[in-house]
């Protein structure tokens, strides 16, 4: 089981916002900023497209904001695209580990 | 061009032991912090280790501690992963991964596949 409890699946249509939620403890999101998310395709390397809560690395489309409230982080794309079907991960850093994932989310492009 | 590419997965005997390593290219390997992480296939991701830049300290999961040493050789800009002693759970892809400037990962390679089995 991960330490960050994530949607194990999301989906919109072309245009749509959607909103994937992160939710983790006292040890990690509700004490820490350094909250990040990353993009994955099948068979491909994680991308880094949200850093420190609500940072774009360059390059990064304007679509993918992140957020966090109380032990709960977002991620939030707008304007869906096709291309943005992915399994999207978040991570934070912790007490504990010191690094923790969330389980992933499969976002489909309906 | 900004490369990391991992090599020496395989399928390994369970008890038995891998070296892995992750070649560096396009950056300044010598004053990255680097991490190993994991991925079942199909599945998550695990952070399994991180080692400073000039390799005298490495942090492990709990995971991976006592099995898992995480060396780097600047020289060479290459970065290490032994494992000993490996088990079934150990089976996925290890990734390794460039920290960036606040605890986060910004580069990422695609990864090296272990199988533990007999």
């Known amino acids: 089981q991960s330490a960050l409890t994530q949607p194990a699946s999301v989906s919109g249509s072309p245009g749509q916002s959607i909103t994937i939620s992160c939710t983790g403890t006292s040890s990690d999101i509700v004490t820490y900023n350094y909250i990040s998310w990353y993009q994955q395709n099948p068979d491909k390397s994680p991308k880094l497209i949200i850093y420190n809560v609500n940072n774009r690395p360059s390059g990064v489309s304007t679509r993918f904001s992140g957020s966090k409230s109380g032990n709960t982080a977002s991620l939030t794309i707008s304007g869906l695209q096709a291309e943005d079907e992915a399994t999207y991960y978040c991570?934070?850093?912790?007490?504990?580990?010191?690094?923790?994932f969330g389980g992933g989310t499969k976002l489909t492009v309906l | 061009e900004v490369q990391l590419v991992e090599s020496g997965g395989g399928l390994v005997q369970p008890g038995g032991s891998l070296r892995l390593s992750c070649a560096v290219s396009g950056f300044d390997f010598s004053n990255s912090w680097m991490h190993w992480v994991r991925q079942v296939p199909g599945k998550g991701l695990v952070w399994v280790s991180r080692?400073?830049?000039?390799?005298?300290?490495?942090t492990y999961a709990d995971s991976a501690k006592g099995r898992f040493t995480t060396s780097r050789d600047n020289a060479k800009n290459t970065l290490y992963l032994q494992i000993d002693s490996l088990r079934a759970e150990d089976t996925a892809v290890y990734h390794c991964a460039r920290e960036g400037f606040g605890w986060y990962f910004d580069l990422w390679g695609r990864g090296t596949l272990v199988t533990v089995s007999t």
């Open positions: 991570s934070s850093y912790t007490s504990r580990s010191p690094w923790v």
């Open positions: 080692i400073n830049i000039d390799g005298t300290s490495a």
